[in-house]
C-alpha cells in the first residue's frame, strides 16, 4: 500500500490551494450574503484543466484519476465548500453523467469537452419536487416524435441550475414501467421550451446557485439521448457513486479548512493566563477531531483508489460521503464552540463552514440514504 502522493498530484493540489487561498478566499464573505457565484473564477480555474481531471485526453479531459479529482475538491473546499460542489456536480454528476453513459462517441466530445476546462458548465437534472430520496419516483416525461423527444416536466434543487450550458435530464419514455422506462438526455441551456425556475434561497453553499429547470415541450435530437429507456436509472446511480465521492471530498476539505482556522485561533487566543491550546479539555477535543478527519480521508481517498482501479465503489463511496460529511458537520460545530463569541462571527469563517457542512449530509443521497445504499448490499 503507497500511501505517498506523486508529485504531479503534489502540484495540483499546490494550484488548487493557491487558487483557494489567492482568488476564493478574499471577498467570500460578501460573495456568501448576497449569494453571488463567482463565474469570472469559475472559468479561471477551469483554465487548469481541473474539471476533467478524472476523464481521458480524447474527451477532452487531462487523462488523470479519480484520485486527483478528490485531491483538488478537497484543497478547494478548504477555503470555498461551495465553489466546491459546483465544480463537483459540473465534474462527476454531469461529466460522469456523459462519460458514463452509453452516448456515441461524437456526442461525449460534444458534451464532455466544453466543461473540462470551464468553457462551458454542466448541471444534473434528476431531482423533482416528489422524486428526492425516491429517485425512482420520477414524473417528467418524453415522447418520441421522428428522430426527436419531446420532454415535459421539472426538475428541483438542481445545482448550477441558474448557469449550466449543459443540462443531463432524467425523464421517462414510460411512467407505467417506472425505473425501466428511465432514460436521460443532454440539454442545452437555450432550446425552446427550457427555462429555469425558483432559485432558491439557502441556508448554506450560498455562492453556488440552485434552481428549479422547466421543461415544457422541449425538443431534443435523438441522438443526444444518452441513456435508452431502461437505462437511465442505472446511469444516475451509478453517476451517483462517483458524486457521492466528490461529495466526501468536500466534506473532508469543509471539516480540514475549519480544523486549520481553530488550531490557528487556539494557538493565539490567551485566557485565563495562557493560550487556550494549553488547556488539555480544549487540546484533547482537537485531537478527537484530528484522529476523525485522518479516518474520513482514509475513506475517502480509498474509495477513489477503488474507482479508479476497476473495484466496485458504490459501497466505499457511500461509507465514504456519510463519513465525511459527518465528521464535517462534526468538526465545524465545534470549531464555533472552540472560537467562542468569535466563531459566531462571520469573519473567522468557521461560522460559514457549519452552514455549508449541514447540506453535504442532505444532498447527493442524505446520510440515511447511504446506510440503505451499504445495509442493502451487506444483507443481498
Ligand atoms: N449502480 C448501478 N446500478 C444500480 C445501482 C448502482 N449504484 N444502484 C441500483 N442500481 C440498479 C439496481 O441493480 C436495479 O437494477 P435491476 O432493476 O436491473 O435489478 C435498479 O437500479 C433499481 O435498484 P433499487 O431497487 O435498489 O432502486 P430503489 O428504487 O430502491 O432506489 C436508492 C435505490 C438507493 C434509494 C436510490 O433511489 C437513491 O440513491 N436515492 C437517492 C437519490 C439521490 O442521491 N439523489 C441525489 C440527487 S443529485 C443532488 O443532490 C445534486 C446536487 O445538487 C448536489
Known sequence: MNFELTQEQLLLQKTAREFAQNKLLPGIIE????????????????????YGLPYPEEYGGTGGSYMDYVLSVE???KVDGAFGISYSVNTSLYGGSIMNSSASDDIKKKFLAPITYGEKAGSFGLTEHS??????????VAVKKGDKYIINGSKCFNTNGPFADFTVIYALT????????MCAFVVEKDTAGFSVGRIENKMGI??????????????????????????????AMKTLDGGRIGVAAQGLGIAEGAFEIARSYMMERAQFGKPIAKQQYLAFKMAELQTKIESARMMVYRAAWMKDNGKPYTVPAAMAKMT???????????AVQLLGGNGYMKEYHVERMMRDAKITQIYEGTNEIQKLVISGQLFR
Not at 131 to 140: R, Y
Not at 174 to 181: Q, R, S, V
Request: aromatic share 4%; proline share 6%.
Open 206 to 235: 450560498r455562492t453556488s446557485p440552485v434552481s428549479e429547470l422547466h421543461l415544457e415541450n422541449v425538443e431534443v435530437p435523438e441522438e443526444q439521448m444518452i441513456a435508452r429507456p431502461g437505462e437511465g436509472f442505472k446511469l
Open 174 to 181: 414510460d411512467p407505467a414501467l417506472g425505473t425501466k422506462g
Open 324 to 334: 465525511c460529511t459527518n465528521v464535517a458537520m462534526e468538526v465545524t460545530t465545534e
Open 75 to 77: 484543497e478547494i473546499s
Open 31 to 50: 460573495r456568501d450574503e448576497t449569494s453571488v457565484f463567482p463565474m469570472d473564477l469559475f472559468k479561471e480555474f477551469g483554465k487548469t484543466g481541473a
Open 131 to 140: 422524486a428526492g430520496s425516491d429517485a425512482a419516483g420520477q414524473t417528467t
